[in-house]
């Protein structure tokens, strides 16, 4: 080859390259994102936020999303399009969903206090009270100890991108009573401890945060 057709190649090769890293820029990772289609809905509709103030003393924020059926549906079908699963992979991660759905209600929940020693919801002796409410004296103060901490991989934030990095965050999970699942009425859940009560309302229409990345309180 002579020196002009090595020049000519060598032009081509990275013409080349440089389209493909025009188009690596263009693509959207993750897709959809974050905020975007079916799941971010869903996870919106199911996620309230509450904070708590001594005067003007920031003492804590809370931020739950309660994981019903129809919250795990979701989840299960962006987390299949996001990892590109098999129909077989799908199915049984549903039918797993599906049968912890059937005995417990579960919320993810990110407590951020100003005294670490506060953000104990995983301990026995928690200086937190944590219970549900529901309308008519049913579930009234049904308490839960069963708080488990959940590692904040690249897998949780963005499936929940308003985890903040002062945060701890924990699986709450309360053992299902008959009748519907919480998703079917109101229901209010509460921390309550010598700093104050945290009350985060669900079935009442409003939808949750959605914050952007970095941000960690109101």
């Known amino acids: 080859m002579t020196g002009r057709g090595i020049l000519a190649a060598a ?4 013409a080349g390259a440089g389209c ?3 188009n690596a820029l263009k693509t959207k990772a993750p897709d959809p994102g974050t905020r975007e289609g079916d799941w971010a809905a ?4 199911a996620t309230r ?3 708590l103030y001594d005067r003007f003393v920031h003492r804590a924020t809370v931020t739950a999303t309660y994981l019903g059926p129809a919250e795990r549906r979701a989840r299960v079908a962006r987390l299949a399009h996001w990892l590109d699963w098999t129909e077989e ?7 797993a969903e599906d049968a912890e ?13 100003a005294d670490h020693r506060d953000n104990d919801l995983d301990s026995q002796r928690s200086i937190w009270r944590v219970a549900l409410d529901l309308p008519g004296g049913k579930g009234k103060d049904l308490v839960t100890r069963d708080a488990k901490v959940q590692d904040v991989d690249a897998t949780l934030r963005n499936l929940f991108p308003f985890l903040g ?3 701890i965050v924990y699986r709450v999970r309360f053992p299902r ?12 859940l509460e921390l309550s401890s010598a700093l104050g009560k945290l009350e985060l309302p669900f079935g009442n229409g409003a939808v949750g945060p959605d914050r952007p990345e970095g941000a960690w309180t109101e």
């Open 20 to 22: 493909g890293s025009i």
């Open 11 to 14: 032009a081509l090769l990275t």
């Open 89 to 95: 992979e799908r199915a049984t991660r549903q039918k």
């Open 42 to 45: 869903v996870r919106n509709a």
């Open 49 to 51: 936020r509450a904070v």
């Open 101 to 113: 759905a059937a005995r417990y209600d579960d919320f993810l929940v990110a407590l951020y206090t």
């Open 177 to 188: 009573m008959s009748g519907p699942p919480l998703s079917g009425g109101a229901f209010t």
């Open 165 to 167: 990095p002062f945060e």
